[in-house]
């Protein structure tokens, strides 16, 4: 079987030789042992939505009877919200996020002043993407001492892609402290962003308009008849940002999700 949705594919590729998929009768167990802790790695993929709120996480359960978090997403591209069961007394969360394409070309962004753009590399810059991935993830509301090892290992399993010259990761860089930072993984077919983040004190100066399009150019390059991809919250200022560059909405998918931490 194949998945339905455009943002699950992708979402795979940027996983490749580590997450694995083993299909049942109406849905898919995704797997990613390296990362027990990675909600999104390690899931029930539902393929219809007959299945209640209880049965869908009672699933999770038995195939991950360790986890401590729960995380079902319905490969449904045509599904509407509204048609999701209520996960509330399950102290599920249910979220929605658009995956959007890049339509012709990517629209100029020019570098703000004092700002360096250029690959990462190395482990003094990886250090520098952990310490701000970790400063994001807190303002986001997780906790450092939980969150920070998770980040580590996705880090660890995303240079071993960039190793295989699957992808790349970009930084933005002013007088040598990271502000900003995204990846871009590709195939011949599909290129897919990840992880699009800007220190807080250097938001709203252009620095993710232009690390989207050098990472979508160094992507063309090589790839050009790829389908670049990115993923946003449903009406987010991320994704209206994204429509600004050049991307158009191509699908919602929802998911429901239990926090581990």
């Known amino acids: 079987m194949t998945l339905k949705s455009l943002e699950m594919r992708s979402e795979l590729l940027t996983l490749t030789d580590i997450s694995h998929l083993t299909w049942h009768d109406g849905y898919a167990v995704q797997r990613t042992p390296s990362e027990p802790n990675f909600w999104h790695g390690n899931q029930i993929i539902l393929q219809h939505n007959k299945f209640t709120a209880d049965e869908a996480f009672a699933m999770f359960e038995r195939a991950?009877?360790?986890?401590s978090h729960r995380s079902v997403v319905w490969d449904m591209p045509e599904l509407a919200r509204a048609d999701l069961p209520d996960f509330t007394h399950l102290g599920g969360v249910v979220d929605s996020t658009d995956a959007l394409t890049l339509q012709s070309q990517i629209a100029p962004a020019d570098i703000p002043d004092g700002i360096d753009i250029r690959p990462i590399e190395g482990d003094a810059d990886w250090a520098q993407v952990l310490d701000l991935?970790?400063?994001v993830g807190i303002?986001?509301?997780y906790p450092a001492d939980?969150?920070?090892?998770?980040?580590e290992k996705r880090n660890i399993n995303r240079r071993a892609l960039i190793a295989k010259d699957m992808g790349q990761w970009f930084g933005a860089f002013e007088s040598g402290m990271l502000v900003g930072h995204m990846g871009l993984f590709h195939d011949a077919s599909v290129a897919r962003y990840?992880?699009?983040e800007t220190k807080m004190t250097h938001r709203r100066r252009g620095i993710c308009a232009v690390l989207l399009r050098v990472s979508a150019l160094w992507a063309l390059g090589r790839a050009p008849d790829a389908t670049v991809t990115i993923?946003?919250?449903t009406d987010s200022d991320a994704g209206r940002l994204y429509r600004r560059m050049g991307f158009a909405w191509a699908e919602t998918i929802h998911c429901a999700v239990k926090a581990g931490y």
Do not use: K, S
């Open 64 to 67: 991950f009877p360790d986890a």
């Open 133 to 135: 991935m970790d400063e």
């Open 139 to 141: 303002e986001e509301g």
């Open 146 to 151: 939980t969150h920070r090892p998770f980040l």
């Open 194 to 196: 990840q992880c699009v």
């Open 231 to 233: 993923v946003a919250e």
